[in-house]
């Protein structure tokens, strides 16, 4: 049995700095022997963990890929989402988290990594059955449980459990160039209609325009019949653009407003709802290059810095260890996605396969989501750092999603010299 020992040795990395940067903000406080607080609980999530990764890579992942094993884990989940808008455990307005024997775990963390597995399992049926009608069933199987957790509300979460499957697809899908672009210049469409619908005729609104136009161009160039392609690009932009103004108006609370307007303009409410965003910023400023040292950092240290052990721990680190430090969590994350990937290669199982590119997309966006919110160029959306931050829910998740990889590595089937599949 094959086991990808850099792999596991570069998650362990994450996990002992994600560690230390708790330890740090809490020095003083408290001791790792002393009883409660974040880090005891943090080391019993990572121990939990590290069993289920094991445990799961023992087991051949192939017994999961079968509909009676996926849709009733689905549907659980499902309704267990639907129990936690009426239920749940209500924590700063929003209702995601349910208690177990005194621990509070998010449904929808577990949820992205039955979303995945039920589109590798979709998309290794391509030889019986259409692929883009498989594509299109896990498009919407991950849409419903989306909206019930944008309902939580949640939307930085909704938008993963929506964004994977779709990547994953347009990765197996023929002509997944032309599928990026068609994606690409739909969504381009939709912040032009969207602009259009404020009569915001801005330069933004002009360039967007030529990047649609120049594109659509390029399309009717290379074929003639492209000119439907082209009409469904803009069809789609005037969906996408007719949806994001009503959910703007209809769906999206104040906070969430507030926070999107925040992004565009930081210095809107520095003392209000940009707050966390400003502090982030300053945050990481003050680490420069090699940061203020352990346990130093004063705006985790002096709670200046909201959310400092979750959706900000990026910040909490990089002003501890400067940029230095932030550049070895960016070698760190590469290193593990690009492990995942090449072991997604290694498999001729497309369950497997796409099983393996499902979770190298999920740490990818979790990752670029929660690093960019906290460097200011993506809306905070309360996503965690995985590995890092505190919590349970995300941890648990990615690693029973990395076990689920390291088994398709170990139960991945090779052609030798002779030609025979083992």
Not at 159 to 185: E, S
């Amino acid at each position: 049995m094959k086991k990808d020992w850099l792999l596991f040795v570069d998650i362990l990395l994450i996990l002992a700095l994600g560690l230390t940067t708790l330890y740090s903000t809490v020095i003083g406080e408290e001791t790792i022997l002393r009883g409660g607080g974040v880090i005891n609980r943090q080391l019993l999530f990572i121990l939990v963990g590290l069993t289920l990764y094991f445990v799961i890579t023992y087991f051949n992942y192939k017994y999961t890929g079968h509909w009676q094993v996926i849709i009733p884990i689905y549907l659980i989940l499902v309704i267990g989402l639907v129990l936690l808008l009426f239920f749940g455990v209500e924590i700063n307005q929003a209702k995601r988290w349910i208690i177990i024997g005194g621990f509070q775990l998010q449904i929808s963390e577990f949820t992205k990594i039955i979303l995945i597995m039920i589109t590798a399992f979709l998309l290794s049926l391509r030889k019986k059955y259409n692929i883009w009608l498989l594509a299109s069933i896990s498009i919407i199987l991950s849409i419903i449980p989306a909206i019930l957790v944008f309902l939580e509300p949640d939307a930085g979460t909704a938008v993963i459990m929506v964004g994977i499957p779709i990547v994953i697809c347009l990765t197996y899908l023929p002509n997944q160039l032309r599928n990026l672009i068609f994606v690409a210049l739909s969504l381009i469409a939709g912040v032009i209609f969207y602009m259009s619908l404020g009569a915001n005729f801005s330069a933004a609104t002009i360039v967007l325009g030529a990047i649609l136009l120049v594109g659509s161009i390029a399309l009717l160039i290379k074929s003639p019949k492209n000119i439907l392609m082209i009409g469904l690009i803009i069809l789609a932009g005037l969906f996408i653009g007719g949806l994001s103004k009503f959910a703007w108006t209809h769906v999206l609370g104040d906070y969430q407003k507030a926070r999107i307007t925040c992004f565009i303009d930081p210095e809107a409410d520095p003392s209000g709802a940009c707050f966390q965003v400003s502090q982030s910023k300053i945050a990481i400023g003050s680490g420069l290059l090699d940061g203020l040292g352990f346990g130093h950092g004063t705006q985790s240290k002096l709670r200046f810095l909201p959310e400092h052990q979750t959706d900000f721990i990026f910040a909490a680190f990089t002003e501890e260890f400067g940029f230095v430090g932030s550049i070895l969590i960016f070698i760190l994350y590469g290193f593990a996605i690009l492990r995942i990937i090449m072991i997604s290669t290694k498999t001729r199982d497309l369950y497997g396969s796409a099983i393996s590119i499902g979770m190298a997309l999920k740490i990818l966006f979790e990752f670029l989501i929660n690093v960019g919110m906290n460097l200011s160029i993506m809306p905070a959306t309360g996503v965690p750092l995985p590995l890092m931050s505190a919590g349970g829910s995300m941890l648990l998740a990615t690693m029973i999603g990395l076990g689920l990889v390291q088994s398709v590595l170990n139960n991945r089937e090779i052609i030798d010299s002779d030609g025979i599949v083992s």
